[in-house]
């Protein structure tokens, strides 16, 4: 039986995304777990050169479908799935370290995208013929992805951005400025990104708002118990990152009417992440680091929060009515994606979406923890490198990453050493926290970074080479 869903828009006329679950079709990864592709209940089809049809939205499969998993691990698994990881790079086979930055993309999400160049590129939301409604269906569907991903409480709540930067800036530039004055106070954290810090200094700035810092603990994350002592009746905003004690915080700030708006960049590609259950208010995250395409990100936003705030951008789309003298505006989503949205990344971004579930988000977790306790102990081994952050332990995680700094060699050195000498890919410089590398008395580090597609193999190719770098360069002094 099909089940309509409604979708929110500007569309012409009235319509519906029908998911026809008795004709889902389906296919299997080489992680050996089954995704669900969904067709309308009279779905659309296009011609193949070879004659054959088939529905718009079947891509192609991941490359492994039928490989034997045995022991393998889900690195393993799943890297023949990305082509970009087939390569040579300098003469060497690529070691792709670099997944913080941004992450690779699988074949059934590069698929998805050029079949929609191909077979139905059109504006939606603005047309009745049968390529902008079939790309409309699309679009809207990988809202609704997103939405169940993070456990939304509706595709209402999920606003289509350029990235999380500029999710960020949408809700300091609508909000921040609609709601807050002088002498309200913004709480950060000196770890945080840059995106995250920028514009609620801006925001600051215009309003007379004061920005209030947590600094690092002796294990060198943020100092929850300085946090919850600088909330007080005048907090009216928490920025931080995605951390595993959000759910405290947000119970924290509760008393206060604060609102809780988290950076969950580096947590909704690596771990589910239900938005109900941590009670935020507001949270951000970008496709490209979870498999998806770049340009395309997005903000979650209580309901009765998005509804409250005023435009972002003005522009087609986001209005319901416009006169010579003044517009309404449309609802949320709408209200806050002003012009042509970006519709072949939005739908790759709900094919990533199907890609990782197709995995399961809790075995992506369990996996990069191991390789993150496997990474942290192999590069603890190498002489004069210090890794800055808490040793993994029974309680905490860590992530899957090691920011790291080798004495008396330039981070610089070190990455383009790794580069061109072994094929490594790790990403040197401040990662957009200069603060954070102050405070730690460095202008900048190394980081190696992993996704669920690396291996401990991998980790061992770049322990090699790193310690090959650092022979290098200790021969000249």
């Not at 569907?141 to 709540?157: H, Q, T």
């Not at 951000?284 to 395409?293: D, F, Q, T, W």
């Not at 409250?308 to 209200?335: C, K, N, Q, W």
Request: glycine share 6%.
């Amino acid at each position: 039986m099909a089940r309509a869903i409604p979708v929110g828009c500007t569309h012409p006329r009235p319509y519906t995304i029908a998911i026809d679950s008795a004709n889902a079709r389906g296919f299997q990864s080489h992680a050996g777990m089954k995704l669900s592709v969904y067709f309308q209940s009279k779905p659309f089809f296009s011609k193949r050169k070879n004659g054959v049809s088939r529905a718009m939205s079947a891509v192609s499969t991941p490359l492994s479908v039928n490989a034997n998993r045995g022991t393998a691990s889900l690195g393993e698994i799943t890297k023949p799935d990305f082509p970009i990881l087939k390569q040579e790079v300098n003469g060497s086979k690529l070691v792709y370290l670099d997944n913080a930055a941004t992450s690779q993309k699988p074949q059934f999400v590069i698929d998805a995208v050029r079949e929609y160049y191909e077979a139905y590129n059109s504006n939606v939301h603005r047309g009745i013929h049968f390529l902008s409604a079939r790309a409309t269906d699309e679009y809207e569907l990988a809202r609704k992805k997103v939405a169940d991903f993070i456990n939304a409480a509706g595709s209402r709540e999920i606003v289509f951005t350029r990235n999380a930067t500029e999710a960020i800036n949408l809700v300091a530039y609508s909000w921040g400025l609609t709601n807050l004055k002088a002498g309200d106070e913004i709480i950060l954290s000196i770890a945080e990104h840059h995106s995250v810090i920028v514009p609620w200094q801006i925001v600051a700035q215009k309003t007379g708002a004061v920005l209030k810092y947590v600094n690092l603990n002796e294990e060198e994350v943020p100092d929850l118990e300085q946090l919850k002592q600088l909330l007080c009746k005048k907090t009216k905003l928490v920025a931080v990152h995605h951390v595993s004690n959000t759910l405290e915080i947000v119970h924290w700030t509760q008393k206060y009417g604060a609102r809780v708006l988290v950076d969950a960049c580096q947590s909704v590609p690596h771990m589910s992440v239900d938005v109900q259950q941590l009670g935020v208010d507001f949270l951000v995250a970008s496709s490209h680091k979870m498999c998806g395409p770049t340009g395309i990100g997005f903000l979650y936003g209580k309901s009765e929060l998005l509804t409250s705030m005023p435009p972002f951008l003005g522009g087609g789309e986001m209005i319901a009515d416009v006169f010579l003298d003044h517009s309404t505006y449309a609802e949320p989503p709408s209200r806050f994606e002003a012009g042509t949205p970006a519709i072949g990344e939005a739908i790759g971004l709900g094919k990533a979406i199907d890609y990782l579930l197709g995995i399961g988000m809790q075995r992506i977790h369990e996996y990069e923890l191991e390789l993150a306790n496997y990474l942290y102990q192999s590069l603890s081994s190498v002489s004069n490198v210090r890794i800055y952050g808490p040793a993994p332990n029974t309680t905490s995680g860590r992530a899957a990453l090691c920011s790291f700094t080798v004495e008396n060699v330039h981070p610089t050195d070190i990455a383009t050493f790794l580069d061109q000498q072994h094929g490594v890919a790790v990403r040197s410089g401040h990662h957009c926290a200069q603060p954070l590398h102050h405070y730690l008395g460095t202008n900048a580090s190394c980081r190696a970074s992993l996704y669920f597609y690396n291996t401990k193999d991998e980790v061992d190719a770049f322990i090699k080479g790193l310690k090959d770098t650092i022979s290098f360069f200790t021969s000249f002094q």
